[in-house]
């Protein structure tokens, strides 16, 4: 019997096949979950219900863009329709405008930080509210995507390292204001890994190439190795652990110099 028998998960951030989402998904899958997913519109949306088709059960499938009023309701609000109960939610979401992603911090817009830490992390806030009715009592579990970036600098990183420090920091408000209802939330620090999103950060290939020398296990991580610590998360596994952002990053963030 697989880790998950029985659970319902509500993926968000699926985009193609290299997202971690799906790595995620086909992890959970795999371990016997049943699972929903979102797309961020009807344009990206073509490229998910392909995806998932291959899936052995037909998904629950809805859209929901984080900074579009009211779709994060709709979303739940629909889904809430389809299954009785909610046993985990997937945050896979991340986005900052490519300008940002480059160049001096200092010149960080407004604008731009604001996107940031409205689709990257204020998301998560977004997700647990929208979700917790059906969560409540049912030992949920919440896991969102982090990066290194949060906590120390890393080169063009930028707009994105501050909102990931808010992420890691809303996991941990987040996961002692759900606690006493049952529900977890933990973050994954995934080590780089080849996405659209990633490529959008200045010089990815450099991080990626740094990670292979120099991390201990001398390689890269990729999309199974993040979902198969996504499904440890949410499964009754890690029923003691919340609050904590858990590193997949083949031990990158132990070294010193
Ligand atoms: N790839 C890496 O190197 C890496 C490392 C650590 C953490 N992460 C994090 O993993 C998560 C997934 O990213 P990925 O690398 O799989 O890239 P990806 O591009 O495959 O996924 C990003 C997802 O965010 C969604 N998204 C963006 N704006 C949105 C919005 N307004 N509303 C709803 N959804 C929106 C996109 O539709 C997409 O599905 C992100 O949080 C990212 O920061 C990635």
């Known amino acids: 019997m697989g880790l998950m028998e029985g659970k319902n998960v509500a993926i968000f951030g699926v985009a193609n096949k290299r997202s971690i989402a799906w790595g995620i998904a086909q992890a959970l899958q795999r371990e016997g979950a049943k699972l929903a997913f979102s797309y961020q519109n009807e344009r990206m949306g073509d490229a998910v219900k392909k995806l998932v088709a291959d899936l052995p059960e037909e998904p629950f499938l809805a859209p929901c863009d984080v900074t579009v009023e009211g779709d994060i309701e709709k979303f739940f609000a629909a889904l809430g329709e389809h299954w009785d109960g909610l046993d985990g939610i997937v945050h896979s979401i991340a986005f900052a ?26 998301s998560l806030i977004g997700l647990v509210k929208g979700g ?3 969560m409540e009592g049912r030992n949920a579990s919440v896991v969102c995507l982090s990066y290194y970036g949060a906590e120390k600098v ?4 930028n707009v994105m390292g501050v909102a990931k420090a808010a992420l890691e920091s809303s996991t ?3 996961a002692n204001d759900v606690g006493p209802s049952g529900v977890r939330v933990n973050a994954i620090s995934a080590g780089p890994i080849k996405t659209v999103s990633a490529m959008g950060v200045g010089d990815f290939g450099t991080l990626l190439d740094s990670m292979a020398q120099k991390a201990p296990l001398r390689r890269n991580v990729d999309q199974m190795d993040v979902g198969n610590t996504a499904a440890f998360l949410l499964s009754p596994l890690a029923n003691g652990i919340t609050g904590q952002t858990i590193y997949v990053d083949a031990g990158y963030s132990i070294l010193g110099v």
Do not use: H
């Open 132 to 134: 917790m009715p059906m």
């Open 172 to 174: 941990r408000y987040l």
């Open 154 to 157: 890393v080169t063009n990183y």
């Open 97 to 122: 405008k490519r300008d940002e992603l480059g160049g001096n911090f200092r010149d960080t817009s407004w604008d731009g930080y604001a996107l940031a830490q409205q689709v990257s992390s204020w």
